[in-house]
């Protein structure tokens, strides 16, 4: 008897694989140099007989598991936890309630993202906040009545606004603090 994530099923043989990748550099006389050896996944084959009322239930949770990539925990003769990369059955007259099957296990390893959304705490605390809320557009009011204006004082009232409009253009740099090693 072995477990599948707790469902019972009978293993009949189970082979575990250990591969390594080798580094193979040629020479000129005798074998070849290995220089370099790289662990690979771990691999479990098993072979067996799923049979009783819940063998279709069994096979559908594997097939399950299977298809979404799920992690199982199998506890046999040996432990492993792993992927299902390969799972097969044959349904043959002698058994009445199952059907044999083949199934390969794999080692994964997942990996975690490095991605931080937020500024660590030390460059955080070095940043000057910057309060500048742009340039705004102002509007001139005109009204009908006060239409008598020369036009040396719409040249004066031109130009000002326009000094206005250059000081407020300018862009505000990030200012760090005494000591930041970001401080210009």
């Not at 083949?102 to 906040?129: C, F, G, H, N, W």
């Amino acid at each position: 008897m072995a477990l599948i994530d707790g469902k019972y099923i009978t293993v009949e043989s189970e082979s575990p694989s250990f591969p390594v990748t080798v580094t193979e550099q040629p020479v000129e006389k005798g074998i070849t140099l290995i220089d370099h050896v790289q662990p690979q996944a771990r691999m479990l084959s098993l072979s067996g007989v799923i049979v009783g009322p819940e063998a279709a239930k069994i096979r559908a949770y594997i097939i399950g598991a299977k298809d979404k990539g799920q992690i199982i925990n199998y506890i046999g003769r040996n432990q492993f936890k792993g992927l299902i990369t390969d799972f097969s059955t044959g349904h043959e007259y002698t058994i009445a309630d199952g059907f044999t099957f083949s199934m390969e296990l794999r080692e994964i390893r997942i990996a975690m993202s490095s991605y931080v959304d937020t500024l660590p705490a030390p460059i955080k605390t070095q940043a000057a906040k910057i309060v500048n809320s742009g340039t705004k557009q102002t509007k001139e009011k005109s009204s009908s009545k006060n239409k008598k204006t020369t036009t040396t004082k719409t040249k004066t009232k031109t130009t000002t606004t326009k000094k206005k409009e250059k000081e407020k253009e300018k862009v505000q740099k990030v200012k760090f603090k005494e000591g930041s090693k970001w401080r210009e």
